[in-house]
């Protein structure tokens, strides 16, 4: 005779069974799912907030140095040819912003920017720099005390302290050589109007003359052009247009900085104070007045060109507006606020606005 010990579950029991199973299943997935969730939550804010961190970081590193020539000199001298190139003007407007949707972009970018605004930064690159040995003003060349890595076609500064100069480096045209040759030459963009590097700027085949002394330094030209732009996936990013060299010849190429940066917005702090001395195009009390946009600047600063009303620039206040690189973040699409503008999106991304003041150094 079999005991009732010995009978198994009944069907009832199987049943209850399996549903207490199943309710534990449930909860599991339940748990993993919002865990994971939060987890694309939590690494989707953490990316947009390394990307802004980045951007910022980037752009106030040639914001700060703005203008920068090595060191301050009493006297200039630009030989580059008369351009409308953003790059052209280290001395007079290093710093130079384009309103979105109001100013005329450069061509370099026209047709590559998405949206928002953009700015242009010139400085010298005293990350490197090469010694000077001779100068022999008569064959337009500089002999350097060790072999370099510059090449034909790069934009060069030089100064001893005194007088600085920028021009464009026509030979040699083989890399590794130890000389820097900055005559008229072939008729390249921009190139040199004269290879005389004194000042004033006299556009003749001997120009001004100066000689520089050795130990003065040659430096590159460090120029860069801060955009909103479309990558290869389709995505905004922050962009910059670099200036370099190809063949021979000056010209920029496009550097994705961040992804999904959607629109930039930049506001320039003004010294509208009159200058002590009377002088219109003579500095203020030093200190930031307003901020304004970059069409605004010109109206507002004062000054008798816009070189000189730039001049008057001495912050820069730039607001990205961010995205999550994953969509279906959200629950449902979030309404954002930016620019003054409140925009209902049709994805469901999570966005988020980031803003930063940098002094420019060389103003203050």
């Known amino acids: 005779m079999t005991s009732r010990s010995e009978r198994g579950f009944t069907l009832i029991e199987m049943m209850i069974s399996l549903t207490l199973g199943m309710i ?13 969730q939060t987890y694309r939550l939590q690494d989707n804010l953490a990316r947009m907030q390394e990307g802004a961190r980045y951007a910022f970081e980037t752009m106030a590193f040639d ?3 703005a203008g920068l020539t090595g060191c301050k000199a009493s006297t200039t001298a630009n030989v580059l040819n008369p351009s409308a190139t953003w790059y052209a003007d280290l001395f007079n407007q290093p710093l130079t912003g384009y309103e979105g949707g109001v100013s005329t972009f450069p061509t370099d970018i026209s047709a590559s920017v998405l949206t928002g605004d953009a700015l242009a930064v010139l400085r010298a690159d005293n990350s490197k720099e090469y010694i000077v040995a001779n100068h022999n003003p008569a064959s337009a060349q500089f002999d350097l005390t060790a ?5 034909a076609g790069e934009i060069l500064t030089v100064t001893d302290c005194h007088h600085a100069a920028v021009f464009q480096m026509s030979g040699p045209a083989a890399t590794g050589t130890a000389n820097v040759v900055h005559n008229t030459g072939a008729v390249v963009t921009p190139g040199n109007c004269t290879k005389g590097l004194g000042s004033p700027v006299l556009c003749t085949a001997l120009g001004t003359s100066y000689t520089f002394p050795p ?3 040659i430096m590159r030209l460090s120029g860069d052009l801060y955009y909103i732009g479309t990558n290869p996936a389709g995505e905004p990013a922050l962009f910059r247009q670099r200036l370099t060299q190809a063949g021979g010849v000056t010209t920029t190429t496009a550097e994705e900085l961040v992804e999904d940066v959607q629109d930039m917005q930049i506001t320039y702090g003004v010294d509208t104070t009159p200058a ?12 930031v007045d307003e901020y304004v946009t970059a069409d605004q600047v010109t109206v507002d600063a004062p000054g008798t060109t816009n070189a000189k009303k730039w001049a008057r620039v001495l912050s820069v206040r730039i607001s990205l507006l961010m995205r999550t690189s994953d969509d279906n973040i959200t629950t449902a699409p979030q309404t954002y606020t930016f620019n003054g503008v409140t925009t209902a999106p049709a994805d469901r991304r999570l966005r988020k606005v980031f803003t930063t003041t940098i002094a420019i150094r060389n103003r203050l």
């Open 147 to 151: 072999v370099s890595d510059l090449q």
């Open 215 to 217: 130990n003065s330094r």
């Open 63 to 65: 914001i700060r140095m």
């Open 276 to 287: 002590a001395t009377g002088n219109v195009d003579d500095p203020g009390d030093g200190a």
């Open 24 to 36: 534990l299943i449930v909860g599991v997935g339940y748990a993993y799912v919002g865990s994971r």
